[in-house]
């Protein structure tokens, strides 16, 4: 590796933005790495400073930043890239040091054979005929396959040079502070702030009157005056250990001060909203998205399990309070709560962050008054422990089987499209089920018997887990009914369009699974789903009672006459066969 000079880096990390492009839709994960020097002449990366004949050496340690985003389509040309890369990278780096202030508009963005991304057009795609190969044996058709392409986000010399000589600055001013405390030197008067001065932390935003340095987290700072770092004061005046505005003292408003101890000393703390609140030491089980492939290779992959689920352990607490609840249907709560894991973290996802706010959902059984059940005349009650899991598995493994479901549909659509001459007319929505999992909370060396006559258990709760959906309840849509195969929504209304998408979604799973199954009840946000029916036909049930109370054999047996086909099942790239009316 090269050597260094001086010190020119702000961590041993710098940002890189890794892409795994799918046609029409990819993912992405802000990662670290460490970087081989290439001779390329100076290039300053934020995290990472190097050049030929230069080592690279760590100034101070930056933040880890490791971030991610969803769904991005394969499709995306470089003005794309280039604001998604600066929209993830400027806020972490303005995070680290937000006294100084960095012009990301001068930021330059390149993939990983240095080329700069901001001479490329617009509305080309960037990366995607990197994805395209050659067909297989037997196909003449080429193919979309899967690859991984590396962004990076670099800060230009002159910026850099900058926030070298800021940082240089800062270290000696603290140092000056250091020694002020260390001699007990008196505050002194405050001098006019020179222009040089205010250059380092305003740029071109000239200041008239004197303001105390910004904090700087970079050591132990004690704050300065800004006359106090004028060049003309350093050698006269003896700086100042405070900040100038230490010397103001006010006097608080007798009438506010009284009505601030009438109403604080009384601590009338509500105790309540502490009893509503449920602290729960859990195990984590994600629900998993698995393709339909490898559910019918191996039976232990056929239902949502412990055994095959991936685990981890931490904390949640659930706010069961009535005034707080989230939502309630016909089945099951909703409660807002928070989940810290302490081992197995995700690096995106449910559980990637400590206290990250979550959706708790807990089965309810309706308690009627004696004199008979009568409309909206119930109290909510809970199951019992052993009943409660149960419960909750069922709502596990629906949401299992639709992750399934889901991701054999688009890979039936991304084949149709990659093997069609011509694109479809129409854009495809890109959705998918909520990130969840099961939290199970036991006790620690005791059994218990939920109920006569059964096996002794250690769980003593079960909670269903979900990431929260992104614009709250305003962006909750029902899509299609589970008692129906037609979208709820009218023309024109905001998610019809999705509606008629994921009905196409519908008659796709449908033909696929030769008759036997499809996905229902489709809610959520224009992204994201939750809640949804598995709905199976009569004939493979056998009498059992497969995925809860939810599933309605009959509109299964309907489907090829109640089904409306739309402009989606009409594209002639997917070959489908007609049904209801189009038949």
């Known amino acids: ?214 904090e700087v987290p970079l050591k132990k700072t004690h704050l300065r005056t800004a006359s106090s770092l004028s060049s003309t004061s350093s050698s006269t005046s003896p700086p100042l250990k405070k900040a100038a505005s230490a010397n103001i003292f006010w006097s608080p408003d007798r009438n506010e001060l009284k009505e601030a101890l009438r109403s604080g000393g009384i601590a009338n703390v509500d105790a309540q909203s502490v009893y509503d609140l449920q602290n729960e030491n859990v195990q984590l089980y994600w629900i998993a998205t698995r393709p339909m492939s490898k559910i019918l290779e191996n039976s232990k992959y056929q239902s949502f399990t412990l055994h095959t689920a991936e685990l981890a352990t931490g904390q949640l607490t659930v706010d069961t309070s009535s005034a707080n609840l989230i939502g309630q249907g016909g089945f099951k709560t909703a409660h807002p709560g928070w989940l810290t894991l302490v081992s197995h973290i995700p690096t995106t996802g449910l559980g990637s962050i400590p206290h990250q706010k979550v959706i708790v959902k807990r089965p309810f059984i309706k308690i009627f008054p004696p004199n008979g059940p009568l409309a909206g005349t119930y109290k909510v009650g809970r199951y019992a422990v052993a009943d409660k899991l149960s419960k909750q598995f ?120 030769g008759g036997l199954a499809y996905i229902s009840d489709y809610q959520g946000s224009m992204e994201v789903l939750t809640d949804p029916q598995i709905l199976t036909h009569p004939s493979v049930s056998e009498g059992n009672n497969l995925f809860g109370d939810g599933n309605i054999e009959d509109v299964v047996s309907q489907f090829e006459k109640k089904h409306v086909c739309n402009h989606y099942c009409e594209w002639s790239g997917f070959e489908l066969e007609a049904y209801g009316r189009q038949a």
Not at 34 to 60: D, K, N, T
Not at 154 to 164: F, G, K, N, R
Not at 424 to 431: Q, W
Request: with cysteine.
């Open 1 to 214: 590796m090269p050597t260094m000079a001086r010190s020119m880096i702000v961590g041993q990390n710098y940002p890189m933005l890794l892409l795994h492009l799918k046609r029409s839709h990819s993912k992405f994960r802000l990662f670290m790495r460490e970087v081989v020097g290439r001779r390329v002449g100076v290039v300053h990366l934020l995290g990472y400073v190097f050049s030929y004949s230069i080592a690279m050496q760590p100034l101070m340690p930056i933040q880890s930043i490791c971030e991610g985003k969803k769904d991005i389509d394969a499709q995306i040309d470089a003005p794309g890239l280039i604001k998604i890369a600066l929209d993830i990278v400027y806020p972490k780096i303005q995070s680290f040091c937000p006294a100084f202030q960095w012009r990301y508009k001068e930021f330059v963005v390149q993939d990983s054979r240095w080329v700069d991304l901001s001479g490329h057009h617009a509305h080309k795609p960037y990366f995607y005929s990197q994805c395209i190969q050659a067909g297989r044996k037997g196909l003449k058709s080429p193919i979309f396959k899967t690859k991984q392409f590396a962004l990076m986000v670099v800060v230009p010399e002159s910026q850099w040079c900058e926030y070298e000589e800021w940082t240089e600055q800062v270290e000696e001013w603290t140092e000056r502070a250091e020694e002020d405390e260390a001699t007990h030197q008196a505050p002194m008067a405050t001098t006019a702030i020179s222009k040089a001065s205010i250059d380092v932390f305003q740029g071109e935003d000239y200041l008239t009157t004197e303001v105390p340095l910004p």
């Open 394 to 513: 069922k709502e596990a493994n629906v949401l299992y089987w639709a992750n399934s479901l889901l991701d054999l549909t688009y890979a039936f659509v991304n084949r149709c499209v990659a093997a069609s001459s011509n694109p479809p007319p129409f854009e495809i929505p890109r959705l998918h089920f909520i990130h969840a999992g099961l939290a199970l909370s036991f006790l620690p060396g005791q059994m218990i018997v939920a109920k006569p006559g059964a096996k002794p258990c250690s769980v003593q709760a079960a909670f269903l887990l979900e990431e929260l959906i992104l614009g709250g309840p305003d962006a909750f849509v029902k899509f299609i009914h589970n008692t129906d195969c037609d979208p709820l929504l009218d023309p024109g209304e905001d998610g019809y369009s999705t509606a008629l998408f994921l009905a196409f979604t519908q008659h796709i799973q449908y033909e696929k699974t």
